[in-house]
């Protein structure tokens, strides 16, 4: 994945495919969570120029109409320490809350980073639909 960094948020973007995608970056992040319908899997993975300090618990909270908070210890960092990913075969509480509220908050032990989810509403439907293609 390609790391720009914008100077200011940008857009919600789904791309369909094998897997389907759904990003978007901010300052601070970049966002992109993935589908494999063929098997299925989801993963959500968070990208930090500045890197991210291990620890135990992983955490969201979603803030708007559809409030809620999840957390897992099963969050992978890569070898830099930059990339923090969660692979799971649902993510119904992921979408939930990216899709009916105004923002996320991202929580890795003393890290925490607001993401605005304006936009986010009509590129996450699109995600959720994701289907292979016939003859895929």
């Known amino acids: 994945m390609a790391l720009c960094f914008a100077n200011a948020a940008e857009a919600w973007e789904f791309t369909p495919g094998l897997p389907c995608r759904l990003t978007h970056e901010t300052e601070d992040v970049a966002v992109e969570l993935t589908y494999d319908p063929t098997q299925p899997l989801y993963t959500i993975a968070l990208t930090r120029r500045d890197g991210w300090m291990n620890a135990p618990l992983f955490a969201m909270q979603f803030e708007g109409g559809n409030a809620l908070a999840i957390s897992t210890d099963r969050h992978v960092l890569d070898e830099r320490g930059t990339r923090l990913t969660v692979t ?10 990216l899709q009916f509220n105004q923002r996320a908050r991202v929580v890795l032990g003393n890290t925490s980073i607001d993401i605005p989810l304006a936009g986010a509403a009509e590129p996450v439907d699109r995600f959720r639909r994701c289907e292979v293609s016939a003859g895929a």
């Open 88 to 97: 799971d075969r649902g993510f119904g509480n992921v979408l939930n809350g």
